[in-house]
């Protein structure tokens, strides 16, 4: 079976396959009695199909060995259906439910069709629902730091034996601009096993440069000029130490600089920052330069690596007495900028919880201008999270108030990157009046 896509809501996974043939055989399963079962899917589980002589000939299976998860699943709602096409939310031709306890370490035959049936529509959708006990998220991110304390306690071990805590230092700009004495590169220092196990093929992406300390120089033009102006990116502008009031105050909302002591003061040049760590850092074995991706969000995400936790700020569009403080000891970072990040690099883990931060902090006092943003304007699943919430908030006081404003601004051309929300608020509009 081909698997075709995976679907996650907050208490389900559906799976979709295409199930390929051979004269009304599943390919693989041409002798009689031969189990052939897909790659893990959802949270550990797998699908099996096998070719019978006995009518109906074609057996769907299941099993979940390889199910392991906190807090403990116990019980599952499972339910396969045969589609018209490979649209999951399509008619289905044939459906089947049942209840099937985990873990269990024998396969379970879960529903016998006909040969003609695969053949006609090789479509087939595996939904596993969990019910309302327990979520997706909790057990994604229980998860998730499990995975981290465990790739963090094989580097400590290692640590212990070499005295090498960490063999990569990214260097990531807090700056905007071509670099100059008022832009800082700040360091961040890894150990590329903790990566690795969080967040495959990191390393690959494009934002990453290669080892700077041992390779050509590169022209280092901080990459933020092209971040979308928002007040919630981490970005930095023009920090000039000692001004005190004015130019050295120059912040974009939502930016946070450390305070500068001897121990953390921030290099002004890439041969600065490229030094060697003081004596009580074991020498490190590369130096990568970090293009696009503001500091703190950088920051944020090696935390997560070693972690699994994530703390993000509140939108700046946020009511102001519907903020809590956060603890200045927690490394945060906006949550749109970690959505960016995590876009580029395929988490959807790193996503959700984004996304999820970014809708805890929404209101009818702000989703308007949220809706119509120049960042949510970038990714569909924002958009479409924010223009439901709208649609909720449309009758609301605050809403009614500030969306004629709002109107004229994008048929003005002052928000041009706001004709898709618009086009879309009033589609769905449209179909509530329906």
Known sequence: MQKLKEDWTSHSITSVFRIKHNNGRPVGCEVACTRVFTDECGLGWQFGICYDKAAPEIDIFFRCTGVKVVPPIRQVRATVRLLKDDDSEGNSLKEESNSLSIPFDEESRFVSWDPSDIVSHPFIAFTMDL??????????????????????????????????????????????????????????????????????????????????ANGPQHDLEAPCDKYELDS?????????????????????????????????????????????????????????????????????????????????RPLKSKVAENKKPLDPGHISCSPKSMYRLAYKIGSTDLMKRALASIRSSLSEHNIL?????????????????????????????????ALPGKMVDVSSGAVPHSHQALTALLRRLSELKK
């Open 131 to 212: 019910g309302k006990g327990v979520t997706l998220d909790d057990i994604i991110q229980k998860r998730q730091t499990s995975m981290a304390e465990s790739a963090a306690h094989s580097v400590l071990k290692h640590a212990l034996r070499t005295g090498i805590s960490f063999d990569t230092k990214f260097l990531a700009f807090s700056g905007r601009g071509r670099l100059r004495e008022s832009d800082v590169l700040l360091p961040v220092y890894a150990h590329s096993a903790v990566l690795d196990a969080m967040v495959p093929n990191l390393f690959h992406s494009q934002f990453l440069t290669a080892d700077i």
């Open 232 to 312: 919630d990116v981490d970005v930095d502008v023009d920090v000039d130490e000692g001004e005190g009031e004015g130019k050295g105050e120059e912040k974009e909302k939502g930016a946070h600089i450390e305070e500068r002591t001897p121990l953390n003061r921030p290099p002004a040049t890439v041969e600065q920052a490229s030094m060697e760590p003081p004596p009580y850092f074991p020498n490190t074995t590369r130096t990568i330069l970090v293009k696009d991706v503001a500091f703190q969000t950088w920051q944020a995400l090696i935390y997560y690596c070693y972690t699994g936790e994530l703390t993000f």
């Open 369 to 401: 201008d949220e809706a119509f943003s120049q960042f949510t304007s970038k990714y569909p699943a924002v958009q479409k999270m924010e223009l439901d919430l709208l649609v909720d908030y449309i009758s609301s006081p605050a809403v009614t108030q």
